[in-house]
Structure formats: structure tokens, C-alpha cells
């Protein structure tokens, strides 16, 4: 049996604007393993979201996406997610793929109690048969993730909550349905730090108690120390760099990578000094020659400004695309 759950081959999105078609995502490689926390960490705007979207397949009418999203049963069973039509998909996502949304509270229904929209999940799918057992589990899983009196926020409406509890409605939503993969985009934005770090231990016990997978959508690099076993690093829609966690944060190469970590509040550092990456983001649409962060990079050589770098593996399980860096390959 394969070790991955799910497997990402030369993935590619597009979005069409004024008939023009402008990458997003640009031929990605991603492995999530059993049972792991996979991080996709990058700057606003890189295609993190929109590699989640790929994976539900949720993109938006305007996009086009091209290669492999390969699913792996623990039977040996294998599904190509980007080859399946609208009612298959929606048969994975759910009972196998459960989704964090950003911001808890445009992704509620105001309109709704919170109880009847967590119920909603279990009719859709047929996982009940009556009200009384969707409420009895629904009520279940709220305590399950933290939310005190579940009984009585059953009937809460989201607004008569805190943003940290819709965030802790919107985990019982996704892993109700018990799913193998939980795919988490932003979970802790906007946030206290208190709430943030209750919400990562929560989906960490989550996974290990369900035995779920996690793809943690993020541009905190806390957050993927925190929780995350295995690191990718995004930017302009490629990979820049991976590896496991604690061998990215101890030996960062790419020059990005450096610049995401310096870039980290410290108690002890200069309070009046945040270090940050010079430049700008290039405008997407407008495909660079060399390499997409060479404009912003310290490291830079000649060749970086005509030649895209390809991936090396610098040490065991640690790859980067950099030239800089391939100099250090094995």
C-alpha cells in the first residue's frame, strides 16, 4: 500500500480575464502522507487557495486546470479527483475531504442555527437517518471541538458568537463526516494569539484522533513550526522549496524561505526593526524569463534573470530551486 493519501502531479491553473489566460498555479508537485500535517505556506496571492479550490474542485467558472490530483484509498484503491464529474466529486468531498474555509464568518449562513448547518453536512451524504441522530451527533462533534454548552449553541445563530467558536463550528463541520484529508485555508486568520494557539492544538488532536491527513493553508510561518510536519514553501504558483519542518526551519536555503523566517516577530530583537523581503510581487499574467523571485532576491546571479532553476534535492528530503542552492546538491 502507497504511503500517500493524496498526490499532486504538474499541477496547473489558469484563470481567463479579457481572453487572456493567466497562470495561477504552475505545474506543482505535492505528496500529502498518512496522517501527516502538510503546510502550504507563501505570501497572499501566491495560488495556495486556489491549489485547495483544485483539490475540491470548487475553482471558479473562469478557471482552467490541467495534470493530477491522484487519491489513494487505504485499500490501494486509487481515484483521479481531476477526472471526476460534478456528482462524484461531491460524494468525496465530505466523506472524505473536509474544508476549512477562511474567514468563519461570511462562510456560515447568518440566516441559519448553527446546529442545522452542521446537520446539513450528514443529509447531504445520507450518513443519518432521522433528525434525532444528526442532532445527537451534531451535538457530539461541537464538544468534540471545544464549543462549551453544545446543547444549548446548537440553536445559537453565528453572530451570537465569538470568532474563535465559529471557527471551532467550522472544524465540527468538516470533520463530521470523519474524512481522511482535512485541508485547513488560513484557520487562525484574524485571531488572537491565545485563540490561534487553541485552534492549532485542536486540529492537531483532531487528526491524531481521527486519523486524518491535514493540508494547513498559511502565510504564518508560527503556524507551521506549531503544527505542520512537513513544509511547502509557494511563490508566483511554484514550489520553491520543501522538506520536512524542523530541517527547513533548521537549515533554510532558498532565499525566500530565509526572508519568510527573518521576517518573524522576536521578543528579543530590535522592537522598532521588522525585518522584511525587499520589492514586490510580480504582477501575475506577466511571465518572468528566469527565475520569478530573482527581482527580489539577495543571491541573485546573472543566469537567474534568463534560466528557470530546477529542483535539486540538497540534502535527504530537502529540495529547493534555486541556483545558489544547487550548488550545495548532493
Known amino acids: 500500500?502507497?504511503?500517500?493519501?493524496?498526490?499532486?502531479?504538474?499541477?496547473?491553473?489558469?484563470?481567463?480575464?479579457?481572453?487572456?489566460?493567466?497562470p495561477i498555479v504552475k505545474g506543482i508537485d505535492m505528496d500529502i502522507p498518512r496522517g501527516k500535517i502538510v503546510g502550504l505556506v507563501g505570501e497572499s496571492g501566491c495560488g495556495k487557495s486556489m491549489t485547495a479550490k483544485s483539490i475540491m474542485g470548487i475553482l471558479p467558472r473562469s478557471a482552467h486546470m490541467n495534470g493530477s490530483i491522484l487519491w489513494n484509498d487505504p485499500d490501494g484503491s486509487q481515484t483521479e479527483i481531476t477526472g471526476l464529474k460534478e456528482k462524484e466529486l461531491r460524494k468525496m468531498c465530505g466523506p472524505k475531504i473536509g474544508m476549512v474555509f477562511q474567514e468563519p464568518m461570511t462562510s456560515l449562513n447568518p440566516m441559519m442555527k448553527i446546529g442545522d448547518q452542521v446537520a446539513e453536512v450528514l443529509f447531504i451524504h445520507k450518513l443519518v437517518?432521522?433528525?434525532?441522530?444528526a442532532k445527537e451527533k451534531v451535538i457530539r462533534t461541537l464538544g468534540e471541538v471545544g464549543i462549551p454548552e453544545p446543547e444549548r449553541h446548537y440553536n445559537s445563530y453565528p453572530h451570537r458568537i465569538s470568532g474563535g467558536m465559529r471557527q471551532r463550528v467550522m472544524i465540527a463541520m468538516a470533520v463530521i463526516c470523519e474524512p481522511s484529508l482535512l485541508i485547513a485555508d488560513e484557520p487562525t486568520t484574524a485571531l488572537d494569539v491565545t485563540?490561534?494557539?487553541?485552534?492549532?492544538?485542536?486540529?492537531?488532536?483532531?487528526?491524531?484522533?481521527?486519523?486524518?491527513?491535514?493540508l494547513v493553508i498559511t502565510h504564518n510561518m508560527?503556524?507551521?513550526?506549531?503544527?505542520?510536519?512537513?513544509?511547502?514553501?509557494?511563490?508566483?504558483?511554484?514550489?520553491?522549496?520543501?522538506?520536512?519542518?524542523?530541517?527547513?526551519?533548521?537549515?533554510?536555503?532558498?532565499?525566500?524561505?530565509r526572508g519568510l523566517l527573518s521576517s518573524i516577530p522576536r521578543i528579543h530583537a530590535n522592537p522598532e526593526y521588522l525585518a522584511t523581503i525587499p520589492g514586490n510581487t510580480p504582477e501575475f499574467g506577466k511571465e518572468t524569463v528566469g527565475c520569478d523571485f530573482c527581482l527580489r532576491?539577495?543571491?541573485?546571479?546573472?543566469?537567474?534573470?534568463?534560466e528557470k532553476p530546477k529542483e535539486a534535492e540538497i540534502e535527504k528530503d530537502h529540495f529547493v530551486s534555486c541556483f545558489s542552492a544547487n550548488n550545495r546538491s548532493k
Open 222 to 257: 508560527g503556524v507551521v513550526s506549531t503544527l505542520c510536519d512537513k513544509v511547502y514553501v509557494m511563490y508566483m504558483g511554484r514550489i520553491l522549496e520543501r522538506a520536512p519542518v524542523d530541517q527547513l526551519f533548521k537549515t533554510p536555503i532558498h532565499p525566500y524561505t
Open 195 to 214: 485563540i490561534e494557539a487553541q485552534i492549532l492544538k485542536l486540529i492537531r488532536h483532531m487528526c491524531e484522533t481521527h486519523n486524518m491527513s491535514a
Open 297 to 306: 532576491c539577495s543571491d541573485d546571479q546573472r543566469r537567474c534573470f534568463f
Open 129 to 133: 437517518k432521522n433528525r434525532s441522530e
Open 1 to 22: 500500500m502507497s504511503d500517500f493519501l493524496l498526490k499532486i502531479s504538474n499541477l496547473t491553473v489558469s484563470v481567463t480575464r479579457n481572453k487572456q489566460d493567466i
